[in-house]
Antibody, heavy 118, light 107 residues
Framework: EVRLVESGGDLVQPGGSLRLSCAAS????????MSWVRQAPGKGLEWVST????????YYGDSVQGRIAVSRDNSKKILYLQMNNLRVEDSAIYYC???????????WGQGAQVTVSS | EIVMTQSPVTLSVSPGERATLSCRAS??????LAWYQQKPGQAPRLLIY???TRATGVPARFSGSGSGTEFTLTISSLESEDFAVYYC??????????FGQGTRLEI
């Protein structure tokens, strides 16, 4: 069974930093691109970032470009999202998701709550 | 960037009735479209990919159709567990992946 478990969500002040983790199990982690998708309170889904299976290629949404970095440790089967210079508008639930064929998101974690507030 | 637009924003339907949800792309996405269901407090769940292929475990009452710029998700006979928010997502041209704003299906 595919399982994705996020951790690291927290309350942080504007301008602060946070690192989210996503522990994967139940599949060959290195064979799949992985993504982060976020959802602001009461809003829809917004794609944030994707990383290739090897970790050699990364992609970012315009709203977070330059402030976040996605990485992965295939030996530990963990996906990371380093977020810097956080803004109030970054407050959201952050989901990690497996990107099947780098296309659709076929498995999702339960989400990590990030709140940016002074 | 491809913009996805869903309609209606809210759809009120009775159990046992058919629900038809629409998704329109700002340019052709061929058949590179997925549908997700999200219930309150839960993560999204994949329902349909490649416009019409049901994901594993998805009941047959869910069906997807369309190609190019116009897509439809149909739920043939609504059950109580189907009342949720539904999102479409294109993966034809990315980055960025883009989602529709969602359709809330309510009783």
């Amino acid at each position: 069974e595919v399982r994705l478990v996020e951790s690291g969500g927290d309350l942080v002040q504007p301008g602060g930093s946070l690192r989210l983790s996503c522990a994967a199990s139940g599949f060959t982690f290195s064979s799949f691109a992985m993504s982060w998708v976020r959802q602001a309170p009461g809003k829809g889904l917004e794609w944030v970032s994707t990383i290739s299976g090897t970790g050699g290629t990364t992609y970012y949404g315009d709203s977070v470009q330059g402030r976040i970095a996605v990485s992965r440790d295939n030996s530990k089967k963990i996906l990371y999202l380093q977020m810097n210079n956080l803004r109030v508008e970054d407050s959201a639930i952050y989901y990690c998701a497996r990107a099947y064929r780098s296309d659709w998101f076929d498995s999702w974690g339960q989400g990590a709550q990030v709140t940016v507030s002074s | 960037e491809i913009v996805m637009t869903q309609s209606p924003v809210t759809l009120s339907v009775s159990p046992g009735e058919r629900a038809t949800l629409s998704c329109r792309a700002s340019q052709s996405v061929a058949s590179n479209l997925a549908w997700y269901q999200q219930k309150p407090g839960q993560a999204p769940r994949l329902l349909i990919y490649d416009a019409f292929t049901r994901a594993t475990g998805v009941p047959a009452r869910f069906s997807g159709s369309g190609s190019g710029t116009e897509f439809t998700l149909t739920i043939s006979s609504l059950e109580s567990e189907d009342f949720a928010v539904y999102y479409c997502q294109q993966y034809h041209k990315w980055p960025p992946y883009s989602f529709g704003q969602g359709t809330r299906l309510e009783i």
